[in-house]
Structure formats: structure tokens, C-alpha cells
């Protein structure tokens, strides 16, 4: 088949890279340079993590650990380094049966993964750089890590078109029509056929399918880039990618970059905002971010602000991606609604996506389906995140 691919993000990329694999022809617009400054999928690092994923288990540590796989093959074959897997600390005001994180937790132990739970004590002299209050409890995981995403992004795009797919840069696309047994791709003042398309375009996905948009809210989140004073003791192997109260503000960060700073940031979704927003970091959350920073991980505080930025998350009411036909539209697959999760099933995302296209049955694409989840879904946001939150069969 010939098939049109809306968006160089990371679901783009990887559907394309897919279905390419599997013989078909496939173009890919954009409307950046991959990586898009703009984009959602760009950005100095995204966690890949296999922890609080109570909501469905099942789906998304398969949907990580496969992920990861792919993630190394992709090093191997580009030749270059962009996932570094530095252990994962979760800081945590209690870890009781019948929580998100404790079901969590007991679900990697008995799929044989080497989860450790430890003590405000223990935490502060294993990775002195964090300051956690005595009554809290912390959970480590060695095989988390991070991507450092816009690299990523790019080696996707760059094996992309040594596999054959075409990649259309710096062309957006107005909108898009379904005639007869094809689809039709409003490119500038051309039509372009295709017979199926994929349609990724993260947080401009509204502007095409408003169905969709409908559903789903753009958020402004930020991010503050800090310099520190002591740079060893943030370096890989010293210090963990971390988070804290992530029921809570959930702030969320990173050791060493290669850049020579720290990304300090926050889960909690922030104000719902256009696509076309200003993706500029403002005072405001700089003194938020030095403050907690102040109290927690105090050597992070005292350095060098380097400069802040935003990113958007698209945001499903239950937290779930988006991977299914479009309903009117039979010849069209949505695949988005990362909510700020996305990122790191880059690896894994692709054979979902194209399964969805052809029709072919997936067990880990069931949950992705649109079904009746944006009829009277309760929105996002209240207390754990849908793909946290504990369900009856948890």
C-alpha cells in the first residue's frame, strides 16, 4: 500500500519505520525539520521508566521492556549513543497495599524484576545528592533510565530514509479527505492520494481530525535547565533520574546531561493552551522548580540556571494513547495522545500502530482503542493519572 504519515515525532517515525518493514510505501509529512523545535517528542530527555503503571500492567512494562530492546538496537544500527539507563528513584510519602506505586511494585517483583524499596536513610546515604524526609519511603529501580529524545528523533528519522520512506519536511499539512477506497492530503495547494494514512501530529491532531481534538486537551508544561556548581555529583553512575510525589506536584529529573546541565521538571498538568503557544520557560516556574530544589536536592539549587523551556503534552481524559481508525473515516488510524507519557514506547509503539492499520489483531494496542473513553470521561488530573490509577481487576 501507499501510505501517508502525518508527523516526524516519535509514533510518526516509528509507524513509518514499521510499516516500511513490512513492504508498504510510506511518505512522512512534517511540519518542522525532524526533530521539530515544536514538537512534543523534542526535548533534552524523556524518562523511560516501568514503574506506576497500576491502570494496566500487562500493556505497558511489556510495551517498556520491548521498547528498551529496540531503543539499543537503534544505537547499534546508527552508531550513536542516546539511551542511558542510570536506575530510576521514586520518592514517596508511603507505600501501602491498595496504592498505585505498591501494586506497581509488586507486579515487576513478580515478573522477576529487581525492585528495591528503601529508607529515607538508606536513600540519603546511597545517593547523598537527595535530602528525603525521614517518614517518607523510596522505590529504585536499577533498569530505569532516560533517552535523550531529540537525538533519538533524528537517528529515527535519519534510518527511516535509509529504509526507503520519504521524508517531507517543513510541510504541513491543511487537512485531509476520504474518497471512495482512498485519502485525500491537502499539501499546500496540491491533493496527494494515498490508500491509508497515519495521522500523529501530537498536539496539532485537533486541526485535522477535530473528533479528536474534542477529546483531548493540549497542556503547557516547563522545564528549567540548571548548571551545578559540583557536576560530578550529579554524573551517570552518581546519581539516578528521579521523581517525587508523583500523586502530587510530581516533580521529576534528571543527573548529568551531556549538554552540562540538569532538567528539572513536573509531571502535574499544567493550563490547557493552543498548539501554537510560546514555548519559552517563565520566572515564575523557575522560582517554583529552585524552591523545591532548595528543599529536596539542594546542590542543584545553589547552580547556574541555564535557561527554561516548554513542552506541550496531549492529554486523553484517562491518560491512555490514542491508536485506532477514525471513526468516519475507515481508511484513517489516529496514533497520539501521548499525555506525557508517550515518549519512551517510541520502540515499541510502531507494530501497534501498523497492526491498527491493517487490520491485524494486537493484545497491547486493545487498551489504545477509542471505544466510548472520550463519552462523559472524567478528565485527567484528579489524583493518580489514568495509567496509574488502580482498577477493580489490580
Not at 74 to 100: A, C, I, K, N
Not at 204 to 223: D, F, K, N, S, Y
Not at 293 to 322: M, N, Q, W
Not at 323 to 331: E, I, K, P, T
Request: proline residues 4%.
Amino acid at each position: 500500500m501507499n501510505i501517508g504519515v502525518v508527523g516526524a515525532g516519535v509514533f510518526g517515525l516509528a509507524a513509518a519505520i514499521e510499516l516500511r518493514s513490512r513492504g508498504h510505501a510510506v511518505t512522512v509529512f512534517d511540519r518542522g525539520v525532524a526533530p521539530y523545535e515544536n514538537a512534543s517528542s523534542t526535548d533534552v530527555a524523556k524518562a523511560i521508566r516501568r514503574t506506576w503503571y497500576a491502570g494496566d500492567n500487562d500493556t505497558y512494562v511489556e510495551m517498556a521492556e520491548r521498547s528498551a530492546l529496540q531503543w539499543r538496537t537503534w544505537e547499534r544500527r546508527s552508531g550513536e549513543s542516546f539511551y542511558h539507563q542510570t536506575g530510576g528513584l521514586v520518592m514517596l510519602d508511603s507505600l501501602e497495599p491498595g496504592e498505585s506505586m505498591h501494586a506497581s511494585v509488586s507486579y515487576l517483583r513478580g515478573r522477576g524484576a529487581e525492585v528495591e524499596v528503601l529508607s529515607a536513610g538508606e536513600v540519603n546515604a546511597r545517593f547523598p545528592q537527595f535530602n528525603v524526609a525521614g517518614a517518607q519511603v523510596c522505590v529504585y529501580d536499577g533498569w530505569a533510565g532516560y533517552i535523550e529524545s531529540s537525538r533519538a528523533v533524528a537517528v529515527m528519522a535519519r534510518l527511516a530514509g535509509e529504509e526507503g520512506v520519504e521524508l517531507r519536511e517543513c510541510t504541513p499539512i491543511d487537512g485531509l479527505e476520504e474518497l471512495d477506497s482512498h485519502v485525500e492530503v491537502s499539501v499546500g495547494r496540491d491533493m496527494e492520494r494515498f490508500d491509508r494514512v497515519v495521522v500523529a501530529a501530537g498536539c496539532w491532531v485537533g486541526r485535522l481530525l477535530p473528533t479528536i481534538g474534542a477529546g483531548v486537551r493540549v497542556t503547557h508544561q516547563e522545564m528549567l535547565l540548571i548548571v551545578p556548581e559540583e557536576p560530578a555529583r550529579f554524573a551517570h553512575g552518581v546519581m539516578p533520574c528521579w521523581s517525587a510525589d508523583p500523586d502530587g506536584e510530581a516533580w521529576y529529573g534528571f543527573p548529568l546531561l551531556r549538554e552540562g546541565y540538569v532538567k528539572v521538571s513536573k509531571d502535574r498538568l499544567g493550563d490547557a493552551v493552543d498548539p501554537d503557544v510560546d514555548r519559552s520557560g517563565t520566572g515564575e516556574f523557575a522560582e517554583m522548580a529552585l524552591a523545591f530544589l532548595r528543599e529536596r536536592i539542594p546542590g542543584a539549587a545553589t547552580g547556574k540556571v541555564a535557561g527554561g523551556r516548554s513542552c506541550l503534552y496531549t492529554v486523553t481524559p484517562d491518560d491512555h494513547f490514542i491508536v485506532d481508525r477514525v471513526s468516519g473515516l475507515g481508511n484513517v488510524v489516529v496514533a497520539g495522545g501521548g499525555s506525557g507519557h508517550g515518549f519512551k514506547f517510541g520502540g515499541s509503539i510502531g507494530p501497534v500502530i501498523a497492526d491498527a492499520l491493517e487490520g491485524i489483531p494486537n493484545t497491547l494496542g486493545d487498551r489504545f482503542r477509542l471505544g466510548d473513553r472520550f463519552d462523559g470521561a472524567a478528565p485527567s488530573g484528579k489524583a493518580s493519572r489514568g495509567f496509574a490509577r488502580l482498577t477493580e481487576a489490580t
